[in-house]
């Protein structure tokens, strides 16, 4: 099918935007990457009145630190998040989950605001941000207000962003003590959605024992699905096969997955203690001694 009509512009300050789309009005639609934005329009499943292209903006760029926390831009491409220092060294997880995201083409074209400002719930990026107790930075012409990511995503492809606000940067907090972190997930092809997916983040103190895990999987529900009583059995153990099989068990109670395209409640069930007890084996004292 071929794109709607609409009209075009482009905004070189929040400011300027803010003009723009209270001009344009509430069909209007912001262009970042436009990785799935584009789509969307080929298939007339989006008919905005205006497109109105924010990436020269560049309140919405650059990847910064402060003594707490590691702010990026929203319209920070994949592929530089997979590449920067301050990222790899203050949040690797997300290091890791870029290679996982679709293809090389689209890490180098689509955000990280608007793969969060998305919602897909078999997207990598919102469950890295619920795992690293991350805030969404939202601007309107307000001012900021800052979202918990795990109150930003509120249902499918929905979030907590209001008319007239978009995704200005993520903060992510420093760790004050060592933490360790992975993501894992099983697809059917190389580059395709995630049939489940698993984002793990944890501290350990001096002894070894678990401390403040986080354990969030994607594309079993509606979005990121925090593992509550999953992390509730690693607290103040190590990961060893028994709390490791206690942490699988307990994936019971957390979640409660839809049948989709990819399977059945329970193979996606399955899947997630699959994912769970090769993520956590990754940091028993056998895998920590064979490395």
């Known amino acids: 099918m071929k794109m709607p009509p609409f ?6 300050s929040l400011p300027e935007l803010f003009n723009l789309w209270r001009e344009a009005g509430e069909d209007a639609k912001l262009l970042a990457g436009g990785q799935t ?4 329009l080929a298939f007339r499943l989006s008919e905005p009145s205006v497109l109105i292209d924010i990436t020269g903006i560049a309140a919405l760029k650059g990847i910064t630190e402060t003594s707490d926390t590691l702010r990026i ?5 994949h592929a530089t998040l997979g590449t920067d220092r301050l990222v790899k060294a203050h949040a690797p997880l997300l290091t890791e989950a870029v290679p996982l995201i679709a293809h090389a083409a689209i ?6 605001g608007g793969s969060l400002a998305y919602a897909d719930p078999a997207a990598e990026l919102p469950a890295c941000m619920v795992a690293l107790g991350a805030s969404i930075v939202a601007v309107s012409e307000a001012g900021e207000r800052r979202i918990p990511a795990e109150d930003f995503f509120t249902g499918l492809l929905t979030t907590d962003l209001r008319e007239g606000e978009l995704i200005a940067a993520i903060e992510v907090p420093k760790a004050r003590s060592p933490r360790r972190s992975a993501i894992t997930e099983i697809a059917r092809r190389s580059g395709d959605y995630a049939m489940a997916g698993l984002a793990v983040v944890f501290s350990e103190d001096a002894n070894g024992l678990v401390s403040k895990a986080r354990i969030v999987f994607f594309g079993v529900g509606d979005g990121p699905i ?3 009583k999953a992390e509730g059995t690693l607290s103040s153990a190590h990961i060893t096969a028994a709390s490791i099989s206690a942490a699988q068990a307990a994936l019971s109670a957390d979640l409660d997955p839809p049948a989709d395209m990819h399977g059945s409640p329970a193979l996606k069930r399955q899947l997630c203690r699959t994912l769970l007890a090769r993520t956590l084996s990754r940091f028993s004292p056998a895998a920590k001694d064979a490395a």
Do not use: P, S
């Not at 934005?37 to 969307?40: D, E, G, K, S, Y």
């Open 226 to 228: 925090r593992a509550a």
């Open 73 to 77: 831009g929203a319209l920070t491409t």
């Open 37 to 40: 934005l584009l789509a969307t």
């Open 107 to 112: 890490r180098n074209r689509g955000t990280i």
């Open 7 to 12: 009209a075009f512009a482009k905004a070189h």
